[in-house]
């Protein structure tokens, strides 16, 4: 029978710390991520190497492709941006690789694999949830001040105070959708994977392969767009009354 759980499995105890193999995934990915960066600018050249180039394709399209929604703040919002595509889109796909899954030991009659898919825990989908919508806020505040806290708190009236508190409420709500969006999509391509390949261990699950390549690929724009969007739109809250105040 195909191994199939939905919360990630414990590997070791370090220190009283569980490790739990999809956080040993998430180390993986941020040691490729890591070692990458150090080889690619490690020795810039005017004539970029192989690494250079790939490199530098990657930070100018990242950069232009997110300039598009962010506009003006983009050089303060990029780095985060990023970070959030370039390491969900690697986590996701490394939980593709042959091994992640299926090479693991037996505890207690129990088969417990070794890695699996960093993205497919809710753990690590809400932490990343959590600090998009941290970010928000930090943004907020960072570029208008306090006047950002009237989007939240607001007494010139009745109506402005509700709308105060709806927007708290769709905050708290963004980390729920943005942290099961994402592991909700990774969690059941893998299902989908491990029972095609237990069923036709063959030839059959190589388009479903095919699709779930593309599927972590649209899961990490998905994400890092949608944390673009929200911060573009926490950004220009109130920045109207704010270049007034500045210009009188």
Known sequence: MPHISLAAEKLWTLSGFPITNSLLTTWVVMALLIIFSFAATSKLAKVPGTLQSIAELIVGGLYDFFGTVTGKHIKQLY???ASFFLFILIANWVGLLPGVGTVGFFRHEEFVPLLRAATADLNTTVALAIIAVISMQYFGFKNLGMAYGSRF???RGPI???VGFLEIL?????I????FRLFGNIFAGEVLLTVMAFLMPFIVPLPFLTMELFVGLIQAL???MLTAVFLSIALSHGEGEHGEASHA
């Open 79 to 81: 780095p985060l941006l």
């Open 153 to 155: 708190l607001d007494f």
């Open 160 to 162: 402005n105070f509700f």
């Open 170 to 174: 769709s905050d708290v709500s963004k």
């Open 176 to 179: 729920l959708s943005f942290a």
């Open 222 to 224: 998905v994400f890092s």
